[in-house]
């Protein structure tokens, strides 16, 4: 925990510095939602194909947070808003192109979730 997902489309590969987004955010979070930087978990899934709005040549980034369950809603704001801003910062707009970057934090259920280090 916090688990990340990052879905990208693949016209804003090379707009997008993906680690150094993750080791930021790793670095940001840790203090605000309590967690060890070595807990962090942030995965990349790039997006072959996707239709935005009305199919006029556009791009996403899509960030997903899960933080186990219990958190304050201002807490998840902030988080949020620490994303997407440093989101904005490891990425280089592509001429003529769109991009839309979002960004979501939702709970992981705590009674339910699992862990093991081996």
Same mark, same amino acid.
């Given at each position: 925990? /916090?688990?990340? &997902?990052?879905?990208?489309?693949?016209?804003?590969?090379?707009?997008?510095? =993906?680690?150094?987004?993750?080791?930021?955010?790793? #670095? !940001? *979070?840790? /203090? *605000?939602?309590? !967690?060890?930087?070595?807990?962090? $978990?942030? =995965?990349?899934?790039? +997006?072959?194909?996707?239709? +935005?709005?009305?199919?006029? /040549?556009?791009?996403?980034?899509? +960030?997903?947070?899960? *933080? *186990?369950?219990?958190?304050?809603?201002?807490? $998840?704001?902030? !988080?949020?808003? &620490?994303? +997407?801003?440093?989101? #904005? #910062?490891?990425? $280089? /707009?592509?001429?003529?192109?769109? &991009?839309?970057? &979002?960004?979501?934090?939702?709970?992981?259920?705590?009674? #339910?979730?699992?862990?093991?280090?081996?």
């Amino acid at each position: 925990m /916090p688990q990340i &997902t990052v879905e990208y489309s693949a016209e804003v590969r090379e707009a997008f510095d =993906r680690r150094a987004f993750a080791l930021a955010l790793h #670095q !940001a *979070l840790s /203090p *605000l939602v309590d !967690a060890e930087v070595a807990a962090f $978990k942030t =995965r990349f899934r790039q +997006i072959e194909e996707s239709v +935005i709005g009305d199919g006029s /040549p556009a791009a996403m980034v899509h +960030i997903r947070i899960g *933080l *186990l369950s219990g958190r304050a809603a201002e807490l $998840k704001q902030e !988080a949020g808003r &620490t994303g +997407i801003e440093l989101a #904005q #910062q490891h990425f $280089k /707009p592509v001429d003529g192109l769109t &991009t839309q970057l &979002t960004l979501e934090v939702y709970d992981l259920d705590r009674e #339910q979730y699992q862990k093991r280090v081996s």
